[in-house]
């Protein structure tokens, strides 16, 4: 480990989308103290840059987009979602919003571990991973690739969150400790 006035070398494993915006930012905070930053993004993503002054980048081959970066699917969702609240209080409606997320977050799932596969499989990447020598990984709670990552190139984990629909997510997730808990958001 670095000493502290020294910049760390820190691998990002970032859910695009909206989830990308807070990311973002922390990267360009991290960026300015001296920190180098490297972010692995799929191939088809449409937030996450592939060029960027504040990190290098490494792309995921990826043959289908995940749905949150599939303009028509989050147009159909979030329609949805909108017709969903015009009927907000009632047990339809709550029922329908968590039916549509869950939907959209499972379908999203199946891509990204497709997307897992393919770069645990590509040895030469993990091998450039592992040599490296980064000092950890920043990742987004919502998927599993952080941790799995942090967990196979033996790296501390920072989980970078703001929220989950059941609250607080600092409250929520705070006392994760091991590789085998789930955040609250699957326990709901």
């Known amino acids: 480990m670095k000493l502290c006035c020294d910049g760390g070398k820190i691998l990002v494993f970032p859910l695009d989308g909206s989830h990308w915006l807070n990311m973002k930012l ?8 001296g920190h180098q930053i490297t972010v692995l993004r799929s191939s088809t993503s449409w937030y996450v840059s592939e060029v960027s002054p504040h990190y290098t980048s490494i792309n995921i081959p990826c043959e289908q987009p995940q749905n949150m970066e599939d303009q028509a699917f989050m147009a159909s969702f ?9 009927h907000e209080g009632t047990v339809w ?4 919003f ?3 997320l869950f939907h959209m977050l499972g379908q999203n799932q199946v891509i990204i571990a497709s997307m897992l596969t393919t770069m ?3 040895k030469t990447m993990m091998r450039e991973l592992k040599e490296s020598q980064y000092d950890l990984v920043l990742a987004d709670p919502a998927l599993p690739a952080g941790p799995m990552l942090a967990h196979y190139l033996k790296l501390p984990l920072v989980l970078n969150v ?12 705070a006392a994760l400790a091991l590789i085998t808990t789930f955040p609250q958001l699957f326990l709901a």
């Open 26 to 33: 922390l990267i360009e905070a991290l960026h300015t103290r």
């Open 120 to 122: 645990f499989e590509n």
């Open 98 to 100: 968590y039916s549509n």
């Open 93 to 96: 409606a709550f029922l329908a």
């Open 78 to 86: 979030l329609n949805r979602s909108i017709e969903t609240r015009r």
């Open 162 to 173: 703001r929220w989950l629909p059941t609250g607080e997510a600092h409250f929520a997730i």
